[in-house]
């Protein structure tokens, strides 16, 4: 954390105005590190040349996508604040502490929220301005011709729109489906898993080219956790490896590379920069 703690940041503040016009966060369902390669997540691998990253980042346990969600809106352990279990359904109680989104409205910023699994509505609270949570669907054939495609998930899409007509400074956190899906049925770092990746990667292209052009902006891009084998929320060391990828065109680059990334660090690192 020590970081970004005096990280320098380029530009200044007017009228107690937010400090970064365009703020996302990018967080890739079951990415596996080792997937990151200049041939099968371009977009993404020139992300991480124009910033910097860490490969050795890793989850809370257990290593699960809500867990590490509210790990990363919190900064703290879901337990600390009486999350339990890795399920939520419409109409059951929602996070009731302080999230990062908390953090980008009072200072300031549009918010938006985007994501692919009913459960992460357990994070959508009054901080939010603008949402869309789709229903994700795991593919119906890994083989078949749709094998790498998820019907209904339009979150980068969602956010590409939101980012072409937004004016105001925003904040958006961006959660993406498709590698948990294919993770289980194919294996992680199968070819189908890495195709899924590389089709994650292309629909991401527009967004970031977007907000890079926008300017003034913060892209982070991360994960919840990884999986091994068929398999993902287990004490095996590769269920929790996740990246870390920070890119902005108004700070000075972190050296991210020695950080020892956790889940629970992102609201911190936003809360310093925001």
């Not at 052009?213 to 269920?239: A, Q, R, V, Y």
């Amino acid at each position: 954390m020590l970081i970004f703690a005096g990280i320098t940041i380029f530009g200044f503040t007017k009228n107690n105005q937010p400090r970064f016009q365009n703020v996302i966060v990018i967080s890739i369902d079951a990415l596996r590190p080792e997937a990151l390669s200049e041939n099968n997540t371009p977009n993404i691998s020139a992300v991480m040349k124009k910033g910097n990253f860490t490969l050795r980042g890793k989850s809370i346990s257990p290593p699960l996508t809500l867990h590490n969600h509210a790990a990363m809106f919190t900064g703290m352990h879901p337990r600390e604040f009486g999350m339990n279990e890795d399920d939520w359904r419409d109409g059951d109680k929602k996070v009731s502490v302080p999230t990062i989104f908390t953090s980008a409205k009072a200072a300031g910023y549009e918010t938006a929220y985007y994501y692919s699994k009913p459960k992460l509505g357990y994070l959508l609270t009054s901080d939010v301005n603008t949402y869309k949570g789709a229903a994700a669907k795991s593919p119906e054939s890994a083989s078949g011709a749709n094998s790498n495609k998820l019907t209904g998930v339009k979150t980068p899409e969602s956010a590409f729109e939101f980012y072409k007509k937004q004016e105001r400074p925003a904040f958006v956190f961006l959660h993406v489906s498709g590698c948990e899906w294919i993770g289980p049925e194919k294996g992680w770092m199968s070819p189908e898993y890495l195709k899924t990746l590389s089709d994650i990667d292309e629909r991401l292209k527009p967004v970031i080219e977007l907000i890079e052009k926008k300017g003034n902006f913060i892209i982070i891009i991360t994960s919840d956790h990884g999986g091994h084998d068929k398999l993902h929320g287990t004490d095996h060391p590769d269920d929790f490896k996740l990246p870390f990828v920070f890119y902005s065109d108004m700070v000075k680059k972190p050296d991210v590379q020695n950080m020892e990334y956790t889940t629970t660090m992102l609201k911190g690192i936003l809360d310093r920069l925001i």
